[in-house]
Antibody, heavy 119, light 108 residues
Framework: QVQLQESGPGLVKPSETLSLTCAVS?????????WGWIRQPPGKGLEWIGN???????YYNPSLKSRVTISVDTSKNQVSLKLTSVTAADTAVYYC????????????WGQGTLVTVSS | EIVLTQSPGTLSLSPGERATLSCRAS???????LAWYQQKPGQAPRLLIY???SRATGIPDRFSGSGSGTDFTLTISRLEPEDFAVYYC?????????FGQGTRLEIK
């Protein structure tokens, strides 16, 4: 059974870089699929951030593309997210999820991790 | 990008009733690449439907999806107490994935 677990700092200062990791268990990332990041501001809806293939190919939300980097470490079986120059608007629960393809539905999802941007 | 508009914003029904949730796209969704998710408080979303009408693994058959082009529907045939949650649609037919704003299904 595939399980995903996000981790990283819960508090980031404005203008700094948000860095999160998604550890995947029960499935080898190298075996296939895409892996995505999605975020959800408190009390609001879902926003797609980007997807990555185990080969390293990435696809980003155009609205975030200039600030986002998603990478994969197959030796650790994990996916990482970096978001630069954060502001309060980046405060959200950040989820990682398996994606059926370059553009596809997401499932399963990690439990999510809340990141607050504040000084 | 394709904008998805869900209606109604809130739907108040009783257990045993039928729920019909709508998702309308600002332009045609390629190949019916539309999914539905259920989210309960404090939990991650759960995939219910993909490809507009295919149920994900383990999803009860009271959940069904339909539609094509710009109009899609999620139907829950007989509401169970555990079905009261927020539902999101998602399109993945364009290069930029987008979600609807959600419909809250609450107990009447």
């Amino acid at each position: 059974q595939v399980q995903l677990q996000e981790s990283g700092p819960g508090l980031v200062k404005p203008s700094e870089t948000l860095s999160l990791t998604c550890a995947v268990s029960g499935y080898s990332i190298s075996s296939g699929y895409y892996w995505g990041w999605i975020r959800q501001p408190p009390g609001k809806g879902l926003e797609w951030i980007g997807n990555i293939h185990h080969s390293g190919s990435t696809y980003y939300n155009p609205s975030l593309k200039s600030r986002v980097t998603i990478s994969v470490d197959t030796s650790k079986n994990q996916v990482s997210l970096k978001l630069t120059s954060v502001t309060a608007a980046d405060t959200a629960v950040y989820y990682c999820a398996r994606c059926g393809g370059r553009n596809s539905s997401f499932g399963p999802w990690g439990q999510g991790t809340l990141v607050t941007v504040s000084s | 990008e394709i904008v998805l508009t869900q209606s109604p914003g809130t739907l108040s029904l009783s257990p045993g009733e039928r729920a019909t949730l709508s998702c309308r796209a600002s332009q045609s969704v390629t190949s019916s690449y539309l999914a539905w998710y259920q989210q309960k408080p404090g939990q991650a979303p759960r995939l219910l439907i993909y490809g507009a009408s295919s149920r994900a693994t383990g999803i009860p058959d009271r959940f069904s999806g339909s539609g094509s082009g710009t109009d899609f529907t999620l139907t829950i045939s007989r509401l169970e107490p555990e079905d009261f949650a927020v539902y999101y649609c998602q399109q993945y037919g364009s290069s930029s994935i987008t979600f609807g704003q959600g419909t809250r299904l609450e107990i009447k």
